[in-house]
Nanobody, 124 residues
């Protein structure tokens, strides 16, 4: 079965760190770009960061660029999002998604495969 499964979410205090994982099954994740999206409570889902198949990262906001790191673990068929210095505004459901190609997509509508999401809550 082709799917993406996120894990690693939780409740942390401001300034702490979390590591999210996006594990793929049924296909080789290394052949595709992977992006992380966040949907804050009551808000639209927006892109956080993407990594191409060649491991080039594209950040969608400067605030995350300084604090978040995306990386691949091809041996585990997964992508990791390391989030440091978390802020309350980082709270939301985090989704990973993959398009049908190896480059980061310009729009979330180009992403065909989505995980179920993992909750991240940052308390102040």
């Amino acid at each position: 079965q082709v799917q993406l499964v996120e894990s690693g979410g939780g409740l942390v205090q401001s300034g702490e760190s979390l590591t999210l994982s996006c594990a793929a099954s049924g296909f080789i994740l290394a052949d595709y770009a992977v992006a992380w999206f966040r949907q804050a409570p009551g808000k639209e889902r927006k892109g956080v960061v993407c990594i191409s198949s060649s491991a080039v990262a594209t950040y969608y906001a400067d605030s995350e660029k300084a604090r978040f790191t995306i990386s691949r673990d091809n041996a585990k068929n997964s992508v990791t999002l390391q989030m440091n210095s978390l802020k309350p505004e980082d709270t939301g459901v985090y989704f990973c998604a993959a398009p049908r190609h190896d480059q980061c997509a310009g729009s979330q509508y180009e992403y065909d495969l989505w995980g179920q999401g993992t909750d991240v809550t940052v308390s102040s």
